[in-house]
């Protein structure tokens, strides 16, 4: 199958987006951290941080990809669970970290998880979200997964408040990051994709108001590299 038959679009069918992330699997984190200038290992330190994961406790990383955000968590002694809905993405996961005992690979769709109410501690997804077609549907499946009182750790792509910052943003994503991709990415169709999806997500305070909506307490926000990313955490509510 040709790249760009994969190549996804903002009505985000499952397949094709899992079709897409299957094909660029090999070369992703390194084409991530090169079109991030390297943030992207700032980010996954700031959610690492955000979850605070222990020993003893049990972490889904949802949309985990390859595991790097995954291997972060399981730094700590946690037992974490990678879930992803790329069959590619999930195998190169494996090679690379099937060694790791308190990492399991999991093929999952983030609106419909196959884990039983109240079966993890912390629930996080990394520039996952956006790729889900059902979004608040997704929101409510974590907060039925997580036990109550544990947390909720959001990293996404947002958008900046600075108008003169967010111009440059925007020009940086619309006329470098293609030429970049073409160059260091095997499916460069797929990081167009991207930029259609980072314009038409939802700013910091409408995710925010989506997060509440699904039923989860203690929502609140930071900025990450002047709003390129937002970091959103909460906690579901302890039963009455």
């Known amino acids: 199958m040709a790249a760009d038959d994969n190549r996804a679009d903002l009505h985000k069918d499952a397949a094709r987006v899992s079709g897409m992330f299957d094909e660029v699997a090999e070369a992703y984190d390194r084409t991530n951290t090169v079109l991030s200038l390297g943030n992207d290992q700032l980010w996954r330190i700031a959610t690492t941080r955000a979850v605070a994961p222990k020993p003893g406790q049990r ?12 291997v972060s968590l399981a730094r700590s002694g946690a ?47 990394s520039f ?32 900046p408040q600075n108008r003169t910052f967010a111009s440059l943003y925007r020009f940086y994503n619309d006329r470098v990051l293609p030429v970049v991709a073409k160059t260091v990415s095997s499916n460069s169709p797929a990081y167009d994709y991207l930029n259609e999806s980072i314009q038409d997500w939802p700013d910091q305070r409408t995710l925010s108001g989506w997060i509440r909506e699904s039923g989860w307490g203690e929502v609140a926000h930071r900025d990450l590299t002047f709003g390129i990313v937002a970091l959103h955490r909460a906690r579901k509510p302890l039963a009455v």
């Open 59 to 70: 972490v889904l990383d949802l949309a985990a990809g390859t595991g790097a955000s995954s």
């Open 128 to 159: 996952g979200l956006r790729n889900v077609n059902e979004p608040k549907k997704a929101l409510a499946e974590m907060l039925r997964v997580t036990a109550p009182g544990g947390k909720l750790v959001i990293c996404e792509f947002s958008h």
């Open 79 to 125: 037992d974490v669970v990678a879930a992803d809905f790329s069959p590619g993405m999930l195998a190169e996961g494996r090679r690379r970290h099937g060694d790791l005992p308190n990492l399991s690979f999991v093929e999952a769709d983030a609106t419909a998880l196959p884990f039983d109410d109240d079966s993890f501690d912390a629930v996080t997804i």
